[in-house]
């Protein structure tokens, strides 16, 4: 519930960096759309944290009983949601603002934080299937997928990043592949 | 549980828009009194993002299992509904500014957004009501009907955007139709 | 559920009006100090807003069934206890400030918005009053007792309001007491 | 519900004082790295403020019923909880602006609300344990533990406030001390 509670906001409070353009009247549309940056990094947050989200539903349906352990891991993975944030705000602003270094310097703080949440989830899955008390009869193939994914999660972030020297466009196509990837492949 | 929280947390964002206005000594009731368009789209907001959660609550009493696809579709529903404060600020900004083609985009704006969190909430139903065995007993008659509401809301307010290019009054008067025709036409 | 998390979100977001005070280095103890008024609006906030959440959670422990008014009822006293943080921003500011005639808005605007929260208590209390089959058994005479409170609680919102035109300290009094008494009389 | 709705709300306000540093283009990575004081108080109040929830969680596991002094004693530990981003963005400002005095009061200030929030835990104890008839058998030596760990907690905060007028890194090596303890001795 806590944890729902903690992500239903995050995802939220993402809204908040999305503001009024500062812009001379008669200007509004133009003004819009060059905000388009904050779109693509409100969009790409929202659908990760969504993923991040669902995953959580469905890893909790499998577990019958926490520990502290858990609870810390479970943290861990909410610490590292609740920075999305202000990487989305680094990357809308100068993304906008167009200077090549600061770009790179901006995705690369995106994708470090994506890498932590999802490696934040490993770790809670690594913990969650060595504890087979912990979890519901005939949930470990489902924990042992979903470590898998969130392997496979945390090195599209760091490659993401590596891209982002070259081009924002491949690192946020990669950033945005991990939820799209997770939705396809969750489970019924 | 965690749709709930989102809604809630959109809804009560709204005031952080509402801000003390920046005037000079002595003249605060002035200043309080032109924020009036800051004040439409709050009451717009609040009572859209209101009725949608009553039908949410409605409807989610009557599915009796959830799947994937459902909770995209739910997601989707979040996803236009998380982005209500920022057309709100848009309009509460430009509609006080007063540049005729700033207050056509913005009230557009408005529109597009509330068209967006309607047709999802169309999408959902539609998904719904083509898998009865995700409801209870009886659910698909009311379902039904909620389809074709929010189908409704959908045209209002694509209505409510073009009208937006005559005058804004109209505009908003189509946006607070939905919430209160929603409330009015919702099942005991 | 819902309004539980709408008042929970309502009561967290006062803080966002506490803010670093803006001044230049090594004046931040008097900084902090200055910033008294804001202090003040928060705590009377908090407590008003925690008085209602708790009157809301006892009642909801008599009512056994909810209806769409009853629903819309409830919503009449979140739209108005979302509105807080405004005034108290406005009040935060503008007793700040120190101009006479502000300050007089500023706290008419509070004690407004005050009185809105609890005639809308009271509306949501007349209504079940009204509706003993929504009610559990033996719940009649409580939710009539707090009927009573909400009236007396809008009257010395509105008397503050009126007493802010000679000193806001008086007003202030007026409002920090509706929720000490409504906890000194809270049933057990 | 509430009181985790409450924590878990102000834990994730914490992530709007981690703003986009205001530097010229192409310094985004010094930018960043100047705000380490922000980063610094945000993982101490994400973790003070995690800790309180998990004692909070394992607290009214061991609780069967509610008084109203409880539930005041419990919005005592809300209400400092959520004062917590107000110090939070105070230190991160003045700590990065540096000036010696500024620092000494931000630290103070710290330092005053996380020993408010720990003592209002020892009162919320306090009460618990000695109304034997509000929890559940056993739950007893559990709760005593706690209380004497709020009391060890109030005095971390306050020799850290003390000691920050030596260093602030001693001050922040103490709150920091606070969750990091009682994460280690929290019961399975």
Redesign the interface.
């Known amino acids: 519930?806590?944890s729902?509670?903690?992500?239903?906001?995050?995802?939220?409070?993402?809204?908040?960096d999305?503001?009024?353009p500062q812009i001379g009247?008669?200007?509004?549309?133009r003004g819009?759309l060059e905000e388009w940056p904050a779109y693509l990094a409100y969009a790409t947050s929202?659908l990760n944290l969504?993923a991040i989200?669902?995953a959580h539903?469905y890893v909790f349906e499998r577990i019958r009983a926490t520990?502290?352990p858990l609870?810390?891991a479970n943290?861990a993975i909410?610490?590292s949601s609740?920075?999305?944030?202000?990487p989305t705000?680094?990357v809308?602003?100068?993304l906008k603002?167009?200077?090549q270094?600061?770009i790179q310097?901006?995705t690369a703080?995106y994708a470090l934080v994506g890498a932590l949440m999802l490696i934040s989830a490993w770790i809670f899955y690594q913990y969650v299937v060595r504890h087979p008390e912990l979890i519901h009869a005939g949930g470990g193939k489902y924990l042992r997928q979903e470590r898998a994914k969130a392997l496979i999660g945390t090195a599209l972030f760091l490659v993401g990043g590596l891209f982002g020297y070259i081009s924002p466009w491949i690192a946020f196509a990669l950033f945005l592949a991990v939820p799209l990837y997770t939705?396809i492949t969750?489970?019924?």
Chains 1, 2, 3, 4 share one sequence.
Not at 82 to 86: D, S, T
């Open positions: 519930m806590f729902d509670a903690v992500l239903a906001i995050i995802i939220t409070l993402l809204v908040l999305l503001k009024p009247p008669g200007h509004l549309l819009l929202f969504a989200w669902l539903r520990s502290p609870n810390w943290l909410l610490f609740a920075l999305v944030p202000f705000a680094v809308a602003r100068f603002a167009g200077n270094g600061d310097t901006a703080l939705g969750a489970p019924r």
